[in-house]
C-alpha cells in the first residue's frame, strides 16, 4: 500500500461504519504546535488509523504514530535525537461533558465533534505528539555532557540569627 497524506477533516461515526482504515503521512509542517515544542522534527509523520465500531456499537478508531524529532537537553543544552513512537485510541462524542465521558470505555479518549459530526484529524493527532513529549527533555546521564559529578546548583549563605519575637510570651507563661 502507498503512502498517501491524509484527510485534514474526517467524519469519524461514518468511517466506523464502513470500517476506513488510513495509512499515510502527515506534514509536520501543518502542525505549527509540535514544531514549536521541538528542536527538528522529521518533514513526514507515518500514520495508521483503523476506523470500527465495538460490541457495544460505539465508534472508534485506534492507529499508531511515528516520527523521529530532536530535542535540546535541559541538562547540556545540546540537541539529542529522540524517536516518537505514538499509539492512540479515540472515540467521537458530540460534548466534551462528564457524562459522556463516564459513558465511554477506560480505553477510549473522547474527541468533539463539530456540528457536522467531523474532527480536525490533524489538530487531534497533534495534541497526542505533544502529551507524548517528555516533560522535560534530558540525555541519557551516560550521553550527558554534562555530568551529575560536575553540576553546582549555588551555596547557600547561612542565614544570622534574629532573636524570637515570641520569647516575650515564654516570660508570661513562667508567671
Given at each position: ?160 540569627e534574629r532573636p524570637n519575637p515570641f520569647a516575650v510570651l515564654k516570660e508570661l507563661k513562667r508567671d
Open positions: 500500500m502507498q503512502r498517501v497524506k491524509l484527510p485534514k477533516l474526517v467524519d469519524p461515526v461514518k468511517n466506523a461504519t464502513i470500517r476506513s482504515d488510513y495509512r499515510g503521512v502527515i506534514l509536520s509542517s501543518e502542525m505549527p504546535r509540535l514544531l514549536g515544542s521541538v528542536a527538528d522534527i522529521a518533514k513526514e509523520i507515518d500514520v495508521e488509523i483503523k476506523f470500527a465500531k465495538d460490541e457495544q456499537g460505539l465508534s472508534y478508531f485506534q492507529g499508531h504514530m511515528a516520527c523521529s524529532t530532536s530535542l535540546i537537553c535541559e541538562r547540556c543544552n545540546e540537541v539529542f535525537d529522540h524517536p516518537m513512537d505514538v499509539s492512540f485510541c479515540f472515540s467521537p462524542v458530540q460534548s466534551v461533558k462528564e457524562e459522556d465521558k463516564d459513558e465511554l470505555p477506560d480505553s477510549y479518549e473522547p474527541v468533539e465533534v463539530n456540528d457536522q459530526g467531523e474532527i480536525n484529524l490533524f489538530q487531534t493527532l497533534e495534541d497526542e505528539l505533544i502529551l507524548s513529549l517528555p516533560i522535560v527533555a534530558l540525555h541519557a546521564e551516560k550521553d550527558c555532557k554534562q555530568k551529575r559529578d560536575k553540576m553546582s546548583f549555588g551555596k547557600i549563605e547561612p542565614v544570622d
